[in-house]
């Protein structure tokens, strides 16, 4: 075993972005990294062209895991930002036009360059576009889809049981965000999600998704989220909170510093 790799596995793992592995076997997949080719994405939503420090982390990451020699794909989720992640909100998120996640996807992709090698000769990073199966899938599928978890499943989310006891609002189509997210995982057929631990309920639908329709266990490798240390505010950029990636250098500096 090549002595480099397991040193650089292991300090992927263990040093410290790493908040939980899916199922709770580091051993398991430290071995597959180390001895297989996987495939490895990380998927997020354009809704704004925000992108600030916590995301950045997590596509150096998924460049470190490429240069391991793993299949790595950045996934926008132009279809799913079009019905909006409940994750998290208290109230139903804007629903965005085509035309808005394009623009923001743009923007993505031109921040996101300096951080990963998209022009590498050899095994470059893959960039996909949930809208190509999303937008095809007929009402039959879109019901068995659903038939793959309960509605009281869906209610245990957080954010759900808080509407409920607020008396506000739980549209249907924000049941359908988790499902369409997790049939990412069947269609790019994938070994590895990486994403932030916010978002682990969809990427346990995910898994649940895959092993219904290809008989295949995901690993899901949840990163910590990054908060302001003095008010515990976590950066986001739905809330436009934290230290974003088109700042300038000067500025960029003096949010770290403060």
Same mark, same amino acid.
């Given at each position: 075993?090549?002595? !480099?790799?397991?040193?650089?596995? @292991?300090?992927?793992?263990?040093?410290?972005?790493?908040?939980?592995? +899916?199922?709770?076997? &580091? !051993?398991? $997949?430290?071995?597959?990294?180390?001895?297989? &080719? $996987?495939?490895?994405? /990380?998927?997020? @939503?354009?809704?704004?062209?925000?992108?600030?420090?916590?995301?950045?982390?997590?596509?150096?990451?998924?460049?470190?895991?490429?240069?391991?020699?793993?299949?790595? /794909?950045?996934?926008?989720?132009?279809?799913?930002?079009? /019905?909006?992640?409940?994750?998290? &909100?208290?109230?139903?998120?804007?629903? $965005?036009?085509?035309?808005?996640?394009?623009?923001?996807?743009?923007?993505?992709?031109?921040?996101? &360059?300096?951080?990963?090698?998209?022009?590498?000769?050899?095994?470059?990073?893959?960039? #996909?576009?949930?809208?190509?199966?999303?937008?095809?899938?007929?009402?039959?599928?879109?019901?068995?889809?659903?038939?793959?978890?309960?509605?009281?499943? #869906?209610?245990?989310?957080?954010?759900?049981?808080?509407? +409920?006891?607020?008396?506000?609002?739980?549209?249907?189509? !924000?049941? #359908?965000?988790?499902?369409?997210?997790?049939?990412?995982?069947?269609?790019?057929?994938?070994?590895?999600?990486?994403?932030?631990?916010?978002?682990?309920?969809?990427?346990? #639908?995910?898994?649940?998704?895959?092993?219904?329709?290809?008989?295949?266990?995901?690993?899901?490798?949840?990163?910590?989220?990054?908060?302001?240390?003095?008010?515990?505010?976590?950066?986001?950029?739905?809330?436009?909170?934290?230290?974003?990636?088109?700042?300038?250098?000067?500025?960029?500096?003096?949010?770290?510093?403060?």
């Amino acid at each position: 075993m090549n002595r !480099e790799k397991e040193q650089l596995v @292991d300090s992927i793992l263990n040093r410290g972005i790493v908040q939980e592995v +899916i199922p709770r076997d &580091k !051993e398991g $997949l430290k071995k597959r990294l180390l001895e297989e &080719k $996987l495939r490895v994405y /990380i998927g997020a @939503d354009p809704t704004s062209t925000a992108l600030h420090l916590g995301h950045a982390q997590n596509y150096i990451l998924l460049e470190e895991l490429r240069l391991l020699g793993h299949e790595v /794909i950045v996934l926008f989720g132009n279809f799913t930002a079009r /019905i909006g992640d409940p994750t998290d &909100k208290k109230t139903t998120r804007k629903q $965005l036009t085509k035309e808005e996640v394009g623009y923001n996807v743009s923007d993505w992709i031109r921040q996101i &360059k300096p951080l990963m090698d998209f022009g590498a000769e050899e095994n470059p990073p893959r960039i #996909m576009y949930n809208d190509d199966w999303l937008s095809g899938l007929t009402m039959e599928e879109v019901v068995d889809l659903a038939s793959s978890v309960t509605v009281q499943n #869906m209610l245990e989310r957080d954010m759900f049981e808080k509407r +409920i006891k607020e008396e506000k609002p739980i549209y249907l189509h !924000e049941f #359908m965000y988790p499902l369409m997210q997790g049939y990412d995982s069947v269609a790019m057929d994938v070994d590895i999600e990486l994403c932030g631990m916010d978002q682990t309920f969809n990427a346990l #639908m995910g898994r649940t998704l895959l092993k219904k329709y290809k008989n295949k266990d995901k690993f899901v490798i949840a990163t910590k989220l990054l908060a302001n240390p003095e008010t515990g505010e976590l950066m986001s950029k739905s809330n436009g909170t934290g230290i974003f990636l088109d700042y300038a250098p000067f500025d960029m500096y003096g949010a770290v510093m403060s």
